[in-house]
Each structure stands twice: as structure tokens, then as C-alpha cells.
């Protein structure tokens, strides 16, 4: 992108007009010095703009919300000219912790390179990649200035914050006791459920050899649970599901609900089966603290574009659960037909808790068919202790 200020035409029409009037030679040769500093900082600025390049580094690892990394740009004139001055803006910070970038003004000699370090502080979650640099070059007199951005194919992750959890009070949890993946009594081992990759501290008798010898890696077997507690979790991700003025907020306390949540769970062997109605319906299932990471990398990439609402989502799935299972629902959005349906779980035997991330009063009548039916109702607005919230249920 190229702009020239204003001014410098103002100048030059002037003294062309002066050259066409005056007929000396002096304004003629105010005339040919503008139009020739304008060209030559077109040249100028064409050709170095061309020649810069960036990159960017981070250490590669998974990154928590909240938590403080550290990114480094290098700019490089490979020019054999210099640059007199350069605006350099790097957008990692916008759309990480969604304040706004403070450029970096600078001038660079030919072949130098400019580092620019940056302490971000993470606060959404989400599948990122570096940048873009938004770079911008002007001459040393500020007539002519030239843009471009550069982009870098680095990427990273950003996993949703999880709160250290004590307790939460879910009947299926009551009823079966607190698992650990020492009681083997609650393992039918006539039923494989699924296979999974072998990690250390799995038990031999675990592996499965005549998958393990055809793939050519060792895979554990997975056995149905007979009697252990079972966890359902559905997350609300419908398009404008979560409203107001602090949307992206709600969205992240609506995840860390449900990270929370899961870890908790996981850590005290509590089988999970999670449903989240984004535009690509999301399922996956776990029952161990070392399956954590498949239900954080979704929740880390999903985002509020689904279209089916969650009546439609627990009406297709409710018959597939058994009775006396926890339903955990976390939604920003209730209407009337929602709050019968959850009514409906809760008088079927399940055990229902329902979770509302919005920073909008639920309806009266809304609030009064949900008491209806004894179902509690867990409010989580963009100001809220989640921790708090969830040892309460």
C-alpha cells in the first residue's frame, strides 16, 4: 500500500504553476527538485519495502490462558539501502490478549536487523499463529509512505485456564464412590470399549498384542465400566448463544467451566462423554487424568457457529444414556422449551445440572418452570469465581 501526503502535491502543483507563470528559472528549478524528491523517495521506498523480511520465534510448547510467553521478531533490511525510518507492529498481542499493539519506531542501516522482544500475557484460548508484522516505511522527509504486512506460518497453542477444583457434588459420583484405576472390580474384561496408545505406567496385561504387532506400536485395551460413576457434558456453542457486551468473556468462562469440570472428573476416574454443538458437532470420551489433553484440544479450537439448538442436541442423545447418570449442561442461552426438556432429564432419573454462563437475568417464567421441577440453576457471569461456582453444585 502506498500513500503520499497531501502536502507534497500541493507543493508540486504550486511550483509547476509558479514555472508556467513566472517563466524564471528559479521556479523551474523548484519545480524539477519536488517532482525529482518525489520520485526518487518513490524508487527508494518501492525497493527497500521489497527487501525487508521478518520472522518470529517462540518456544514450542502448549501455552494456558493467563499464562506469560515470550515471542521474538527480527526485522531485516537486505537492502544496500538505508531505512530512515520504519514503523513495526506486531499483531500476536491483539488477538491473544486482545490489547491493542504498541508499534516499534525505529530506522535501520543496509543489512542490519532490528529484535524486538515481547512479553504477552495470554488471554483467550485458541489455535493461533504468529503475527501478522504490519510494517511501514517513510522516507526522511515523510512525503511518501509505503505498507505491507508479513505473515508467519508459526503456530502455537493457547488451552483454556483449568481451576484446581476440590469438590463437586454429583449424585452419579455418590452413588458409585470415587474411582481410581486401581479398582479393577468396576472393569468388565470380557468388553473392550476402545484402544488407545500405550503410556508409561500402563500395565502389560493391558496391551493388546495382535493389534499392538500389526501396527507396529504398542495399544492399550480399554474395558467397559460395569458399575462406575458416568458423567454426560454438553456445551451450548450455538451461534449467538452468549450475549452482551463482554461475548468472548462469557465464551471463556462457558470453556473454563467445562475444562474445570473435565479435569476434576478425570483425576477421580469419573467416566465423560462431552457434546458440544458448534457447527461440526464435537464428541469425544475419556475416564482418565491422561486423556485431559483430546477434550482440551477441542475445546481449545471450537467456536460459537453451530446451528442446532441444545434441545435438538439432548433430545437425539438422551436415549443412548443410562439412568442415573450426571447430565451436565452449560449453556448462555433458556428458553421455555429448553427449561421443560431439562425438567423432562431430571424427572427420567438423571441427574441434571444445569449451568448458565450470561451476564442477562434469566426470565421469571423461565426461572419458575425450572424450580418447577427442582433442577438448581448455576449462574456464571463475566465477573464470576468459577471455582466457587462449580464446589457449590
Not at 27 to 48: N, Q
Not at 243 to 267: C, F, H, Q, V
Not at 318 to 330: C, E, N
Request: proline share 2%.
Amino acid at each position: 500500500m502506498l500513500k503520499i501526503k497531501k502536502s507534497a502535491f500541493f507543493i508540486l502543483i504550486a511550483s509547476f504553476l509558479l514555472a508556467r507563470l513566472g517563466g524564471w528559472e528559479i521556479p523551474h528549478l523548484m519545480f524539477y527538485m519536488v517532482l525529482g524528491v518525489i520520485i526518487v523517495s518513490f524508487l527508494w521506498s518501492g525497493r527497500i519495502t521489497k527487501k525487508v523480511s521478518a520472522y518470529q520465534r517462540i518456544e514450542q510448547r502448549d501455552y494456558y490462558v493467563d499464562e506469560k510467553f515470550e515471542v521474538d521478531s527480527y526485522i531485516d533490511n537486505d537492502s544496500l539501502l538505508p531505512i530512515p525510518h520504519i514503523e513495526i507492529i506486531d499483531r500476536t498481542e491483539e488477538l491473544v490478549s486482545g490489547e491493542m499493539a504498541k508499534p516499534t519506531i525505529t530506522s535501520l542501516f543496509p543489512m542490519e536487523r532490528e529484535i524486538i522482544h515481547k512479553d504477552i500475557t495470554a488471554k483467550y484460548r485458541g489455535l493461533y499463529n504468529l503475527g501478522p508484522i504490519d510494517i511501514e516505511i517513510s522516507d526522511a522527509l515523510g512525503i511518501l509512505t509505503r505498507k505491507r504486512r508479513i505473515y508467519s506460518d508459526t503456530y502455537f497453542k493457547v488451552y483454556p485456564r483449568i481451576h484446581n477444583i476440590e469438590k463437586i457434588n454429583l449424585k452419579s459420583m455418590q452413588s458409585y464412590g470415587t474411582l481410581t484405576t486401581k479398582q479393577k472390580t468396576f472393569e468388565d474384561n470380557t468388553i473392550v470399549s476402545d484402544i488407545r496408545k500405550y503410556s508409561p505406567g500402563d500395565s502389560i496385561k493391558r496391551i493388546h498384542w495382535k493389534v499392538s504387532a500389526k501396527k507396529g506400536d504398542l495399544l492399550i485395551k480399554n474395558y467397559e465400566m460395569t458399575g462406575s460413576a458416568a458423567t454426560y457434558i454438553f456445551l451450548d456453542f450455538k451461534k449467538n448463544c452468549y450475549k452482551g457486551e463482554n461475548i468472548r468473556d462469557l465464551e471463556e468462562k462457558a470453556i473454563e467451566a467445562a475444562s474445570s469440570t473435565i479435569s476434576y472428573l478425570l483425576n477421580n476416574s469419573v467416566s465423560i462423554e462431552m457434546y458440544i454443538n458448534s457447527a461440526s458437532a464435537y464428541y469425544t470420551k475419556g475416564r482418565d487424568i491422561k486423556e485431559l489433553v483430546n477434550f482440551m484440544d477441542i475445546l481449545c479450537e471450537i467456536k460459537t457457529d453451530g446451528n442446532k439448538t441444545m434441545k435438538d442436541v439432548l433430545e437425539k442423545r438422551i436415549r443412548l444414556i443410562s439412568k442415573g447418570s450426571s447430565v451436565i449442561v452449560i449453556t448462555g442461552a433458556i428458553n421455555e422449551e429448553e427449561a421443560v426438556i431439562y425438567g423432562s432429564i431430571k424427572n427420567m432419573g438423571y441427574d441434571i445440572i444445569l449451568i448458565y454462563v450470561g451476564d442477562f437475568q434469566i426470565k421469571e417464567e423461565i426461572k419458575k418452570t425450572i424450580n418447577n421441577y427442582n433442577v438448581k440453576i448455576n449462574v456464571i457471569n463475566s465477573h464470576s469465581d468459577i471455582k466457587g461456582v462449580l464446589e457449590s453444585i
